[in-house]
């Protein structure tokens, strides 16, 4: 039976709207993983990865595995402070790069990192 079938016959079967989700995310050939979004848009921006934008994804990671898992006890520790510089950094880089900022932009302001944004080329 299809998954277009089988929401015809309850289309409030919640089992059945997330099969019908897994088969469009399966099936259609996009990227649905969140680091391979960022990797994809860092990549289109010319940004450098290694040691530079690749420090979002993994502070995202980690914040978002202590939240997501309840392992977040609610005290703030030095990696967590790290962790927010470099996910509030990654969000300006990808935002000032949307808008067609050209030239240094910082990354991490408490650990001194910064990119150099390319100019886009149309």
């Not at 969000?91 to 001194?112: Q, R, Y």
């Amino acid at each position: 039976m299809e998954v277009e079938e089988r929401l015809a016959l309850n289309p409030n079967q919640p089992r059945a709207e997330a099969l019908n989700r897994f088969t469009g995310m399966t099936t259609s050939g996009r990227f649905h993983r969140v680091k391979d979004q960022y990797q994809l848009l860092t990549e289109d921006f010319g940004l450098p990865w290694e040691g530079k934008m690749e420090i979002g994804i993994e502070a995202w990671k980690r914040q978002r595995n202590q939240l997501g898992h309840g392992s977040a006890d609610g005290e703030l520790e030095l990696d967590d402070l790290f962790d927010k510089a470099r996910l509030a950094g990654a969000i300006n880089v990808l935002c000032a790069c949307a808008i067609g900022h050209e030239g240094p932009i910082a990354l991490s302001l408490i650990e001194d990192l910064f990119v150099r944004m390319k100019p886009r080329s149309s």
